[in-house]
C-alpha cells in the first residue's frame, strides 16, 4: 500500500452520493424567486417547485411509497411532470417509470405489472386508455387523476374521466414541505425507469442510477452552451429517456421550464417570443412542424435559439432553413440505454469555411462522446477489436462509461448479453472517421423511427402475422415528410388470398397504437437470401422509391 | 433486497473511473488542431499537447517511476507546469507535488522528504533554492532542469545554473506518444499534492483524488461560463491548488492556456489583447497590479473579460474600477482542502437594480456551494448545529461533498480533526444571511478578543477601506494589559497619499463601536505570501514587539 491509500478513506465530509436532486436544492436556495415552471397561465418560482417536490415526495410516503418502489406517471409535458422527476425518488428512493402516453392498453399493462407499480398519476388526456390498461394489470396501484386547469376547453383531443381515488392537486396539496426527504444512500442507486420499445418479445426497463443522471446535468449544460437562466420549451417528450435528463438539467442555471402540452408550431413561436426560449430539443418532426408555420402563427425570435435534435441526421435543406429561422441546430445522438444523447455532433470552427453541403455532411455525424461518457467506439462485435478510422468499414457503435444505464429491470440475460465485453452494445452500425467522429450507417435494422418514438417492424410484423392471409412479411422504414419515418409493410400472401390494403391496416388497428400503424401494405414476393433471410436492405429501398411515388 | 439492486451491478461498461485525464483525451480528438498553450512565441496545438502528455508519462515511466510515486515540479506558469498536470498522473499514477516557487530552501526540503519525492522538474529560475533545498534532504530525488526557451535576456530574474543530470526538453523528447498511459484505478486514487502554508508547525499535505478534480472542471466551465475555446490566461500560479483545477479544467471545452512567468500589468493587457483572452483569475493582488498599470502599457480589451477573485472581499471602489475596465468580477472562495473555489458569490439578477454599494457589499460575501460540493453551512463547532440564518450570528464555515480532499498525507490525526462530525471544518468564522450567503468574519485565529468581546478583524479591515488614502490593510491583535488584545491596523497607502494616524482612526469612529477602534495604525508595506496573501502572523510578533514599545 502506498501512502496515498494508506487511511484516507471516503467519509461523509469528503464523498457524498451524486444526485441531481442537489441541484434543485441548490437553486432553490440561490435563485428561490427565479421563474422555475411556466405553463399557460401558472408560474412557479424555484421556492415552490421545491416546496412542491418536498409535499409529493411527503403524499407518496403517505401512500406507503418506499425504497426501491416503482411510481408511475402518464403525463404531459406538464408541470406534475417535472415534480415527478425530484419528488419521486425524493419519497424514501422510490423510482420514477414515466409511461410513453402513445402506447397501447396491453404494453402499458404489461409495463405497470413488470415494475410493480405502486402509484401511479395519469393526466385526464390519457384516462380512457389508462382506465383499459389498468383492467388488464394483474397489480392494483393508486391511481391518482391529474386534472390539469390549463387544459383548453377547446382543446383538439377533449380531456377524459377521472379514473382514480385521488385527486392530484388536493394529493400534492396534503403533502408536508418540511418532509424529511431521501436523498440516495448510494450514487448507484435507481432514480428512473424507462422502457425501450422492445424490438423482439418484451420491451425490456432501462434502470438509471444518480449517478448518471447529475453527470448528466453537468455535461448536457455544457454541450448545449446554457448560460445563467435558460429558459427551455418542452418539445421532446418527458417521458423519452427523462427528457433527455433536461428536467433534473435545468436546475444546474436555474432555468425556466416551458411547458407544452402538444407540440404545435404557432404554439412554438408563441412561447419563444413570449418567454425567451433559449433551447428547446426534438426529433426531425419538430424542425419540419417549425418550418411549415403558417406565416400567420409565426412570432419573431427574441435572438438565436440553440434546437439539439436526434433519431435522424438532419438533411442540408432543413438545416438551411432552421439557420435561416433564427435556429443553431446540434445534432446529437444517444440510446435509451445512454440517458438520452451520449454522443454529440461537436462542431469544429476550422469547418465553418466549408460549403452548405459540406457543412451539411459534416453536422450529418453522430459525432463524438459526451463529456461524461469514457469511451465512444466502433468495434467488431465479433473480435470486440476497433474497425479502421477510414469512414466505410462498418463495426458495431459501442459506448462505455458512468452515462449508461445500471442495466435492464429483472432482466439479467438482456443485461449481461448488452455488456458484453465490457461494452455496451447499442446495436447500431456505424463508421468511425479518420477525425474520430462516428457515423451511423444503418440504425439497428429493426427500427422504424417515426415522429421520434421508435416502432419495432417485428412488432408490426407480428400483428401482420396474425392475419389468416399473410404468408411472410417484412416491415421497413419508408421515408415520410412530416414524420421521418413510417412503417412500410411487404407481404406475400397465401395462396388464394385476396391482397386488400385497407382490409390488413383495419386489422392492425385492433392491435397497434396507430402511429405504428404501416403506411403502405405492398403485395409481392419478398427478397431472401440464399438462405432464406429476407433481404431488408432492398425493401427499403423499394420502399423509398414507393415515398418518391415510382 | 428489491429489484433495482437485484443484480445491477458496475462492470467497465457503465461504471469507470472520472479523471480529469479524459477531458484532455477528449479534446485531443475533438479539437486536434486548435491551440492549446501559447507561451512567448510557443505554440502547441491539443494534438502535440496530448502526445506531449504521454511522452512525459513515458519518460517518468523510464525513470522507475510507479503508482503512489512522487513528481514534484518547481516551475512557473509555463508549459511544463500544465504537461505535469497530466503527465504525471498518466505515469502509472504516479502524484504531483506541485510546489511554491516562493519557499525557503528548509521548507522545501521537508516538503521533498516527507513526501519521499523521486523526481523533481526544476524551472531555472529556481535553481539556487532547489540547489540548497535539495542539500537538506535525506531523500535524493532525480533532477530535471527547465531550461525555458522563453526566458528572456533581460529578466528581473536571471536565470540560474543547471542543477540536474537532465534537460527536461530531452527528457520529453525520449518519451513514446504510443506510451500506453495510466488512467486512474479507482476515482479515489490520489493524482496531486498541495501542502498548506502551514500557519503553525510543519504544513500539512493535503491529497487530491481523480473524482474531485473531475467535478472541479465541470463545475468551473459552469460557474465561469466558459463558452467553447475559452482563452486563459494564467496570472494565478498554478503551485496554488493545482490553479484552482483550471491546468485540467481548460481541457472541458477545448480552451487556451496563454501562461506568463511573472504577473505584469503590462503583460497581462498585452496578452489579453494579443491573444483574446476571457478569463483569468487571481488574489486581488492583481486587480490592484491591473489597476495602476501606467496608461502606456495598457491595451484596449477585446470584450469583457471573466475575472475569478478569491482570499480578500474585493472592496467596493477595486470593483468599480474593475468593471470600468472592462472586467466581470467573481468573488469566491475556498480552501486548498477544498481543491480552490469551492463558494461562490453566484450573482442574482435582482441585485442589478442596487445601489454600487449594496452590490459591492452583496459581492462582498462569500456566497453560495460551488455545484459539486453538496453542503456549505455555517456551524457551532460545538454543537455542530447551523448557526442561525440573521448574518449576525458567528460560526465555523464547514463543507463536505465531493470536493473535499482525500485528507492529510501520513498525518491520520489531522486529517480526522479536519473532518470531525462528517464535515470539513475550515477554521474560517462566518454568518450566514437569511438568503443562505456565507460570510466570512475570520479565521478562528484571527478573532481579536478584547474586554472578552470578539472583534472581527475584517470588519476594522472593511471600515480602513473605505477611506480613500488606503490601498491595503490588515488588522491583528496586538496584547494589551489591560484588555487583553486590541486591534492593531496595518496599512499600505496609496501612492501620494498622507498617513494620518489621527484622521484615519477618527474616520474608523464614524464606523465602529469604541471598542472596536485600532489602538494603532502602522504604515508599511505587508508582508505577502506568494500567492498574494498577507501574512498575518508576521503582523501579529509584529504588533507585539510594538506593544513592549519595540
Not at 156 to 165: D, H, R
Request: contains cysteine; glycine residues 8%.
Amino acid at each position: 500500500m502506498n501512502a496515498y491509500e494508506d487511511g484516507l478513506l471516503r467519509t461523509p465530509a469528503n464523498h457524498q452520493p451524486m444526485t441531481p436532486i442537489s441541484f434543485l436544492e441548490r437553486a432553490a436556495r440561490v435563485h428561490p424567486d427565479h421563474p422555475a415552471i411556466i405553463h399557460g397561465t401558472f408560474r412557479c418560482s424555484y421556492r415552490q417547485m421545491w416546496d412542491d417536490c418536498r409535499r409529493l415526495a411527503s403524499a407518496l410516503d403517505g401512500q406507503g411509497i418506499g425504497r426501491g418502489d416503482t411510481v408511475a406517471v402518464m403525463l404531459s409535458n406538464t408541470p406534475p411532470m417535472i415534480l415527478a422527476h425530484y419528488g419521486v425518488p425524493m419519497a424514501n428512493g422510490a423510482v420514477l417509470l414515466s409511461l410513453n402516453t402513445r402506447l397501447d392498453p396491453a404494453m402499458l399493462a404489461f409495463q405497470l405489472d413488470h415494475a410493480q407499480v405502486g402509484l401511479v398519476i395519469v393526466d385526464r388526456e390519457f384516462s380512457a386508455v389508462m382506465a383499459e390498461a389498468l383492467a388488464m394489470t394483474h397489480n392494483r396501484p393508486i391511481v391518482v387523476d391529474f386534472d390539469d386547469p390549463e387544459y383548453p376547453d377547446d382543446a383538439p383531443v377533449p380531456k377524459g374521466a377521472g379514473i382514480g381515488t385521488l385527486d392530484f392537486a388536493e394529493f400534492l396539496a396534503s403533502g408536508d414541505p418540511e418532509f424529511a426527504y431521501a436523498l440516495p444512500q448510494d450514487e448507484w442507486d435507481a432514480i428512473t425507469l424507462n422502457y425501450t420499445s422492445g424490438t423482439t418479445g418484451n420491451p425490456k426497463g432501462v434502470v438509471y442510477h444518480h449517478r448518471g443522471a447529475a453527470l448528466m446535468c453537468l455535461s448536457n449544460t455544457i454541450h448545449a452552451q446554457m448560460g445563467r437562466h435558460p429558459v427551455y420549451l418542452w418539445t421532446l417528450p418527458m417521458f423519452h429517456c427523462n427528457g433527455w435528463c433536461y428536467p433534473w438539467t435545468l436546475s444546474v442555471q436555474a432555468g425556466t421550464h416551458v411547458c407544452l402540452r402538444w407540440v404545435r408550431a404557432g404554439a412554438i413561436y408563441q412561447a419563444i417570443a413570449d418567454h425567451g426560449v433559449t433551447h428547446l430539443c426534438g426529433a426531425p418532426i419538430v424542425m419540419s412542424t417549425l418550418l411549415s408555420c403558417p406565416a400567420d402563427q409565426k412570432r419573431a425570435l427574441p435572438h438565436r435559439v440553440n434546437f439539439n435534435t436526434a433519431a435522424a441526421p438532419p438533411p442540408e435543406p432543413v438545416l438551411l432553413a432552421m439557420a435561416q429561422e433564427g435556429f443553431d441546430v446540434t445534432h446529437v445522438y444517444g440510446l435509451t440505454e445512454t440517458y438520452g444523447p451520449s454522443v454529440v455532433n461537436d462542431w469544429n470552427s476550422d469547418w465553418d469555411s466549408r460549403s452548405a453541403s459540406e457543412q451539411a455532411a459534416l453536422k450529418a455525424r453522430q459525432g463524438v462522446s459526451y463529456l461524461s461518457l469514457s469511451d465512444l467506439a466502433v468495434l467488431d462485435p465479433e473480435t470486440m477489436q476497433p474497425v479502421p478510422a477510414d469512414g466505410t468499414t462498418l463495426g458495431e457503435v459501442m459506448m462505455r462509461g458512468n452515462i449508461v444505464m445500471k442495466g435492464y429491470l429483472k432482466n439479467p440475460q438482456a443485461t449481461e448479453q448488452a455488456f458484453a465485453g465490457g461494452w455496451f452494445h447499442s446495436g447500431d452500425l456505424g463508421v468511425i472517421h479518420p477525425d474520430g467522429y462516428v457515423q451511423l450507417k444503418d440504425r439497428s435494422k429493426d427500427i422504424i423511427i417515426s415522429g421520434g418514438e421508435n416502432i419495432s417492424s417485428i412488432e408490426v410484423e407480428e400483428a401482420l402475422y396474425r392475419h389468416p392471409s399473410v404468408a411472410l412479411c417484412a416491415v421497413v422504414a419508408m421515408p415520410d415528410p412530416k414524420w421521418g419515418e413510417r412503417p412500410c409493410a411487404f407481404v406475400e400472401l397465401r395462396a388464394g388470398q385476396p391482397g386488400d390494403e385497407a382490409a390488413l391496416i383495419a386489422h392492425c388497428r385492433d392491435l397497434l397504437a396507430g402511429y405504428k400503424l404501416p403506411a403502405r401494405i405492398v403485395f409481392q414476393e419478398l427478397p431472401k437470401t440464399s438462405t432464406g433471410k429476407i433481404q431488408k436492405f432492398m425493401l427499403r429501398q423499394r420502399a423509398a422509391l414507393i415515398a418518391q411515388g415510382q
